[in-house]
């Protein structure tokens, strides 16, 4: 600084210099300062330090939301939520619940808060809701006849009683069953305490028959697409004949030889069982 107060005195006492030559004082100024560039004049552009500062962060969340149920007790939800503040930038932020909780079903208020440096605080809110509205799957797993015992879907058998066992899969929870069996209406099938849900029927016209079952959960949804089982109990007749083609391809001798192979004889005998309980033929008294 002394250097440059004794410049502007000589540029003082050279008045005439001064008027008569502005170059040579631009020139005289600018190689003072390229000799000297310490001693330039410079101005600080530091801002001082805010202390007055009364502004809260500005919090964004996440918009209100709805979410499907994974199970029983909801599913865990993941947001992101971020404060931005004009003096310390990004400040932290605490939720309740905090983002990775679980969130039971039904509607749940999510509350965030942000604190700058100086103690401004800013809160806002978001609603998280978690429903269940998945309907089950149903399944058919298991299905005799009287005598003859297993029978698959499509088959066809002598015997006009049946037994479909079924069971059912729900993310959140199975309520009941329900089971239908062609033109009839929908049944509720009560609880069984052995842990088999049975759906059985007896006394079946002859013809197709065609078995219906859905589950319903713990939230009111019904399987839209119910399990089906078909099947055909033929008449009487056809049973008979069946029993009559069945002993004349074997050896008739079968009676003495015991010649029908094991899964014949054991067919004649379901076949021979099955009709006799259609006929409600009886013991008579020894």
């Known amino acids: 600084m002394l250097i440059c107060n004794e410049l502007l005195l000589i540029l003082l006492f050279e008045d005439r210099l001064l008027k008569s030559s502005p170059f040579i004082l631009g020139v005289l100024i600018g190689l003072f300062i390229a000799l000297y560039p310490e001693l330039s004049y410079s101005q600080s552009t530091s801002i001082p330090p805010i202390t007055n500062d009364k502004i809260p962060p500005v919090i964004a969340v996440p918009n209100d939301s709805t979410l499907e149920a994974t199970n029983s007790s909801g599913r865990i939800v993941t947001f992101n939520v971020v404060a931005r503040d004009q003096v310390d930038n990004i400040v932290g932020t605490t939720c309740t619940p905090a983002s990775g909780s679980i969130f039971p079903i039904g509607n749940t208020k999510v509350l965030c808060e942000g604190t700058d440096k100086h103690g401004n605080k800013a809160v806002k809110s978001f609603q998280v809701k978690i429903q269940d509205s998945t309907p089950p799957d149903t399944f058919i797993i298991d299905s005799k006849v009287a005598w003859t015992g297993k029978i698959n879907s499509t088959s066809s ?106 899964s014949d004889k054991n067919q004649l005998i379901s076949s021979i069982l099955s009709i006799k309980d259609r006929l409600m033929c009886t013991e008579g008294p020894t």
Request: charge should be negative.
């Open 157 to 262: 058998t002598a015997s006009d009683e049946i037994n479909i066992e079924i069971s059912g899969s729900d993310s959140v929870g199975l309520d009941y069953y329900e089971c239908k069996i062609d033109s009839g209406k929908w049944v509720r099938v009560q609880n069984q305490a052995i842990g088999q849900i049975l759906c059985g029927y007896s006394h079946l016209p002859d013809g197709i028959h065609i078995f219906q079952s859905r589950a319903t959960d713990k939230f009111g949804n019904i399987d839209n697409s119910p399990a089906v089982f078909t099947w055909t109990v033929v008449s009487l007749k056809e049973g008979i004949q069946d029993m009559i083609k069945l002993i004349s391809e074997s050896d008739f001798s079968f009676f003495l030889k015991d010649s029908l192979s094991e």
